[in-house]
T-cell receptor
């Protein structure tokens, strides 16, 4: 079946450290891939997305590249800030017509000053 | 981005009662809305998809008589948890999108339901 697997958290980093959160997927067809962020007490916000192989999504210093050969969409940021502390969800969508998302289990990031 | 408002943010109810959660798109017409459930330290699981003016499509394993979804207008969908029990306690999140292909889905802030 279709699924998304993320690295387990929590991930604890010091400010200005490099961040990688791994995400791999299993899907039939050609999914679009997303990263969402959930700040404490808030709903999910789209962080970035990629709709085809080799696309790179980027936003707010975060990047992720759609790797079809490794079925991966790892999230990276060169220098994290305390304000990046949140839960990050990797997700896929199989169709442009539905907007149905299949989520990974989420990874909690805690950045310490 | 567009705004989706969910209400209430949290609710506590007694076992056996029903609870209604509202999801509103404030500045766009949401032809499709989605309801997700999030268990503690787990991922979001899609419960159902609702299209304006038609019956909701439920995911496998979701009781349609338990979780009543109404999408009566292009800006409002409601989820009613009927005869709630403690095991229904969870975080419920809605999302909404416009009709065109690849339209982004915007999420509400979620509702924390506690059944006592």
């Amino acid at each position: 079946g279709n699924s998304v697997t993320q690295m387990e958290g929590p991930v604890t980093l010091s400010e200005e450290a490099f961040l990688t959160i791994n995400c791999t997927y299993t899907a039939t067809g050609y999914p679009s891939l997303f990263w969402y962020v959930q700040y404490p007490g808030e709903g999910l916000q789209l962080l970035l997305k990629a709709t085809k192989a080799d696309d790179k999504g980027s936003n707010k210093g975060f990047e992720a590249t759609y790797r079809k050969e490794t079925t991966s969409f790892h999230l990276e940021k060169g220098s994290v800030q305390v304000s990046d502390s949140a839960v990050y969800f990797c997700a896929l969508s199989l169709s442009s017509n539905t907007g149905k998302l299949i989520f990974g289990q989420g990874t909690t990031l805690q950045v310490k000053p | 981005g567009a705004v989706v408002s969910q209400h209430p943010s949290w609710v506590i109810c007694k076992s056996g009662t029903s609870v209604k959660i509202e999801c509103r798109s404030l500045d766009f017409q949401a032809t499709t809305m989605f309801w997700y459930r999030q268990f503690p330290k787990q991922s979001l699981m899609l419960m159902a998809t609702s299209n304006e003016g038609s019956k909701a499509t439920y995911e496998q394993g979701v009781e349609k008589d338990k979780f009543l979804i109404n999408h009566a207008s292009l800006t409002l969908s409601t989820l009613t948890v009927t005869s709630a029990h403690p095991e229904d306690s969870s975080f419920y999140i809605c999302s909404a999108r416009e009709e065109q292909a690849w339209a982004e889905a915007f999420f509400g802030q979620g509702t924390r339901l506690t059944v006592v």
